[in-house]
């Protein structure tokens, strides 16, 4: 792909806006959505007359009539939301508005790691070699967890705004997760800070996205794997009668 140059900001508001630029050195096709192409670029990048190399996610929206400032705005808002409350989302979120693009964190660490949500049944070189994965309870603890508290502070989460990360030197590893797709989040018209029906669509949805991560994905041994959907099962049941 062509060196591209962009011009990355921060939007809190007119007046409170941080602008940085950056031209890419070389970008590296990862995917394409049906609003969205995915690339991984090192950028290199000035600020305060200081010049330095970053390799960021960069995702370049569509020529859509909907996809303007306003709309690339508010997804910093939603970001900004989701991270004062703690939710995990990704370290790094930059607009340049005028390309209709996103920049965030390369999640993978320079392929040290395989990203991916339930959507992406792809088989990597990591997920072939992963033999047993040490943490499902917390992991299904903490994503059940942020769905409750999403909704707790009006927010929607669809299924495929969660991330699952796992290392490509496989065996028995850890598995991550982050909310890396903010257009998969939404403030939805709630009557009560605390809406039962919206806690259980986020709880369904982050449920439906670990099964069918897991279920796509790892491991091979369908005795383990069957396993885990079986406990991530009863916690996501257990959590569902709790809700008021």
Known sequence: MATEQYRFEKYRSKKDTVTVSASSIEEEWLGRGRYADVVRAPLKVEYVGRERIVTLALKKYKDRKDVDVEFLRNLQKTYD???GLGLPVLPTFRLDPKK???ATTDWTENK???VGGYGNVHESEGTKKIARINNVGPLAKSIFSAAVTAA???L???GDAYYFRFPKTGGEVYVNFAIGDVDGIIDPPVSSEESPELARYNL?????A???WLRNHLPHDEKIRDSYLKQIKEMYEEQSRSIQ
């Open 156 to 158: 929607e989460i669809a």
């Open 112 to 114: 040290t790691y395989d």
């Open 210 to 212: 670990l099964y069918w």
């Open 204 to 208: 369904e949805s982050a449920h439906y």
């Open 81 to 83: 939301k989701c991270r």
């Open 100 to 102: 209709r693009t996103v």
């Open 152 to 154: 707790r502070n009006k």
